[in-house]
């Protein structure tokens, strides 16, 4: 129950927000493919959670391997769907001509940030199973779904666009940022709802560089690596 009502409580600001943007300018709104954006967060979220403890864990570890192998098997077979499509999702490992050039120094960005977060916040004893998940699920299973199927949605909710930084920027880029973060510091227990502004900083800043990585290259190839290395880095250093 309080996984329902966290995701409640998650989806009820994404709404807020995302209406209010939508007023905006509603040439460039789309709420049907908002409303699929929402339906898609909830999916991904009743995967994760093993349908809220209903679903038991055949696989087993001290690890969520089942909740991000059930998530991730969905976030495929949504990337295969007519409306998606492996090339739009990003599921591609050919990169934009030229784009690389432009893309390695901000990789290099990235990793300096993980490696700075290492260092000020040494991680403690880890394991051979910890290091598998952190160096596969994380980038496998987020990155398809939040870089992928959901920027997806959300671009097209969202279509008006804003050259930066050699992208095109809408709305839906930074939604999906903020629904990043909010899985990662938002949370209801005890009768009372919690947001963890650190991690927030934690999880949504690097969460942008993903997104420029993969609006840029056109590719989920670098989010993949590069968010499998963050989490990864500070088991292994």
Not at 168 to 173: E, I, K, L, Q, V
Request: proline fraction near 4%; aromatic fraction near 14%; glycine fraction near 12%.
């Amino acid at each position: 129950m309080n996984g329902l009502i966290g995701l409640g409580g998650t989806l009820a600001l994404f709404f807020i927000f995302s209406l209010i943007l939508g007023c905006t300018d509603r040439r460039t709104f789309s709420s049907r493919w908002l409303l699929a954006a929402a339906a898609l967060v909830a999916i991904n979220d009743a995967l994760l959670t093993h349908l809220y403890g209903l679903m038991p864990d055949l696989i087993g570890g001290e690890w969520n391997w089942q909740g991000k192998l059930l998530a991730l098997a969905a976030s495929l077979a949504i990337a295969a769907s007519p409306g998606f499509g492996f090339r739009r999702v990003g599921l591609t490992i050919a990169q934009e001509p030229g784009s690389l050039k432009a893309a390695l120094p901000v990789a290099v960005l990235y990793c300096a940030f993980f490696v700075g977060v290492a260092v000020a916040f040494p991680g403690g004893h880890s394991n051979g199973e910890e290091i598998a998940f952190q160096l596969t699920m994380p980038g496998l299973e987020e990155e398809l779904f939040y870089r992928g199927i959901l920027l997806l949605a959300l671009d097209r909710a969202f279509t008006g666009r804003k050259r930066f930084l050699g992208v095109d920027w809408g709305w839906g880029a930074v939604m999906s940022c903020f629904l990043f973060g909010m899985a990662h510091a938002f949370s209801y227990s005890n009768g009372s709802f919690a947001f963890d502004p650190l991690t927030m900083a934690l999880t949504a800043v690097p969460s942008f560089i993903a997104v420029w990585l993969r609006l840029r290259t056109g590719s989920l190839l670098l989010p993949i690596l590069l968010h499998n290395f963050g989490n990864s880095f500070s088991l292994i250093a």
